[in-house]
C-alpha cells in the first residue's frame, strides 16, 4: 500500500526537521551562554529569535552553520538579531537582506575576552 507522501513532501519535511533541530541547538547554547540574562528576555522576543536563526540557516550551507560559535553570543547581539527578526516581520527590511546580516552577525562571532587575555 502507498502512502500519501511523495519524495518532495519527504524532502520537505526533512529540512523543517533539520531546521528546526539546528535552530533548538543554537537557541540553547545561546541560553547556556547567557544564564540568567535570558531570563530578561520576553517568549515572544525568544520566538523572533529562533525564527530569526531558522530562516538564516536555510540560507545558509549547514557545514558553515556549524562552524559558528552560539555559545559566544552576548545580550546585546541576541537583542540585534530579535530587532532585525521584528524589521522582517513588520515589512520594514526584506528578508533576504536581513537573514544576510545575521549571517554576518554569527559569522563574525568570537570568544569573549577574559581578563588573562587582556594583561
Known amino acids: 500500500m502507498k502512502s500519501g507522501l511523495n519524495d518532495e513532501d519527504i524532502g520537505i519535511r526533512t529540512f523543517q526537521i533539520r531546521k528546526e533541530k539546528a ?4 537557541v540553547e547554547k545561546t541560553r547556556y551562554r547567557l544564564g540568567k540574562e535570558w531570563s530578561s528576555i520576553s517568549s515572544n522576543d525568544i520566538d523572533i529569535f529562533s525564527w530569526a536563526l531558522g530562516e538564516t540557516w536555510a ?7 556549524d562552524q559558528i560559535m ?13 530587532i532585525i527578526g521584528k ?8 528578508g533576504t ?3 544576510h546580516e545575521i549571517h554576518e552577525i554569527l559569522k563574525s562571532l568570537e570568544p569573549p575576552e577574559t581578563e588573562e587575555e587582556e594583561i
Open 23 to 26: 535552530t533548538e541547538r543554537a
Open 59 to 65: 540560507m545558509m550551507g549547514f557545514r558553515e552553520w
Open 87 to 94: 524589521q522582517v516581520l513588520n515589512h520594514k527590511k526584506l
Open 70 to 82: 552560539f555559545s559566544f553570543l552576548d545580550l546585546s547581539t541576541v537583542e540585534r538579531i530579535i
Open 97 to 99: 537582506k536581513a537573514f
